[in-house]
């Protein structure tokens, strides 16, 4: 299992990886090219789609959906923006360079704040699928839903994903936390990672 035996290995991987940005050979040439431009389409298309969905939202009302939907879908469009950020351009930087040269407490906290936008996805999807069901259920409303509790309500799954993934990690703190796997070319927490 590739995961026990980068543990086995943390101390010498770690301290060759993050002091001397050591090169890692997970690719051939051909293949780092590929998933170069593939995670560099990736992270602009992710950036940008995202962007334009909250914004034409907000200044221009172009979402032409129900208050609630609308709510929802600025927030998983935030979220695609949060893992663009946190995750897909620091794991292009790494593909294209071919070594991971951000440091450990950049590693730690891409490790850490991925899971983040990744829990919040799942939360408001499942949120926004119970009150399409709502909807179908009662269409002429139901007494609590609107537009002022949606967002209170996505407000709460963000203080709740923060919480519970940084949180976590702040109270299992060890030192060599973050482990940064070289196929992938990303930090991911051992918390998070099942042996």
């Keep these: 299992n590739e995961y026990k035996s980068y543990l086995r290995n943390d101390k010498k991987n770690l301290s060759t990886v993050f002091e ?17 431009i593939y995670s560099v389409i990736m992270s602009f298309l992710g950036f940008t789609g995202n962007t334009i969905v909250i914004v034409s939202s907000i200044l221009y009302n172009a979402i032409n959906l129900n208050g609630i939907t609308v709510v929802f879908v600025r927030n998983l469009a935030l979220a695609d923006i949060m893992y663009t950020l946190i995750v897909l351009l620091p794991q292009s930087i790494t593909i294209i360079s071919r070594r991971w040269f951000m440091g450990y407490s950049v590693c730690y906290m891409n490790a850490v704040l991925s899971m983040v936008p990744a829990i919040a996805n799942s939360i ?44 976590v990690n702040l109270i299992f703190h060890q030192p060599d936390m973050a482990v940064f796997f070289f196929d992938r070319g990303r930090c991911l927490s051992k918390i998070f990672v099942i042996p």
């Design 20 to 36: 001397n940005g050591q090169e890692f050979h997970g690719y051939g040439t051909v293949e780092t090219i590929i998933l170069g």
């Design 124 to 167: 408001i999807i499942l949120f926004m699928t119970a009150f399409k069901y709502l909807m179908i259920k009662k269409p002429f409303g139901v007494k609590y839903v609107n537009v002022k509790n949606s967002k209170v309500l996505v407000v709460l799954i963000w203080i709740v994903c923060f919480v519970a993934t940084v949180g």
